[in-house]
């Protein structure tokens, strides 16, 4: 199990023997070099997860509660699920209802977002979005989502007429439109890689290759067990002991709850996955579009929409197929199919061309998928994200994150400052 040389220093001091100067270390060698039976070590701040929301969380931890935090990722690299596999939106804080956690995070993330790609140079665009009304029996609930915004406080929000929004995007079609001039796109790699740095030079340690399989308590102290990733196996090859716990598992955060020993399992949510697909544009002289497009929101999702990347190349998607059958070892493990079906275009086709009609046949190319940790299920409407502390669960120490799905990304910094503020007083 490997592990980096910073984690040996953040939990309790072993002998000297052990420790080396190397980059990585194997954590099972080192129980071994400890004596018989599992090792237990001691940690001050673990975060479950190295997706954007626990990169920003660990370094919420590190820069203002001056904290020792060790990031334990499942995966080879940080960001390798939602965080990479989604739309890469900056999203204004338009469709979720007033006071909503979703609707005050997206709101003051994007604002905390924007300042910090601005000071640490990270790419992105303030291009803006038109939400598209292509039947006159949707203007009323793009008049809806107005008040919402407005509600929200969505800055510069403007309802404009079919011809003003052809006069901005030539190729669009559409009876009415809602410009949202705060949205944008960002470079979500690079951000995550500059939460890194600074969570790194504030003395966190990020581990990769490593699951939290699950926990259990002794008394008011949670137990952790951690396994070399890919193993399946239910024995864990070392025991944490951590002061502090954020479960920031993302799509298995909810399986991971389940699977510690003594939390009260009634305030456990019960998970529901959508996968989404996205498609590429291709074929075509350049863009068609200069701006995010996004039609009505639909069941499970924001519909099937126009993304750019910050190179202009454009995308589609993504659309909604609830997943059934998800157990919880495969959760854990991330074992989710990503796999792109080319034959899925054929339902983006008249998706799409509700406003943008002059797509080409053949135009559509397979990109990637993603799944979002929902916690509702077709047709059950709105859900808000649940940051859960010990009030909720029983267990002292450990926040739960569940449902981090859109707008995660947009509220990731602001959602780190609320478990910050949630452990200020540990």
Known sequence: MKLNKLLINSISKLPSSVVTTCKRQNLSSLAAAAGAGIQKEKADCVVIGAGVVGIAVARELCLKLRRNVLVIESGSTFG???SSRNSQVIHAGIYYPPSSL???????????????????????????KLIVASRYEEVQKLNFLLNRGNENGVEGLKMIEGSEAKAMEPELQCIRALWSPTSGIIDSHSLMLSLIGEAENHGATFCYNNTVIGAHLEGDQIYLHVSESGSR????????LPKLVVNAAGLSSVALAKRFGGINRGAIPPPYYARGCYFSLSNTAGPPFKHLIYPIPEDGGLGVHVTLDLDGQVKFGPDVEWLNDID??????????????????????????????????????????GIRPKL???????????????????????????????????????????????????
């Open 376 to 426: 509702s299920g077709p047709s059950e409407g709105f859900v808000d994200f649940i940051i859960q502390g010990e009030d909720a669960h029983g267990i002292r120490g450990l926040i739960n994150l569940f449902g981090i799905e859109s707008p995660g990304l947009t509220s990731s910094m602001a959602i780190a400052e609320h478990v910050r503020t949630k452990f200020s007083r540990f």
């Open 328 to 369: 919880d070892v495969s959760s854990i493990h991330n074992k989710f199919n990503y796999t792109v079906c080319a034959d899925r275009a054929k339902k983006f086709y008249p998706e799409i061309r509700k406003y943008y009609p002059s797509l080409k046949d053949g135009s559509l190319q397979p990109g990637y998928a």
């Open 102 to 128: 979703k609707a005050r995070f997206c709101v003051k993330g994007r604002r905390l977002l924007y300042e910090y790609c601005n000071e640490h140079g990270i790419p992105h665009k303030q291009i803006g």
């Open 80 to 82: 390798t699920g939602i």
């Open 233 to 240: 196996k239910e024995s864990p090859d070392i025991l944490l």
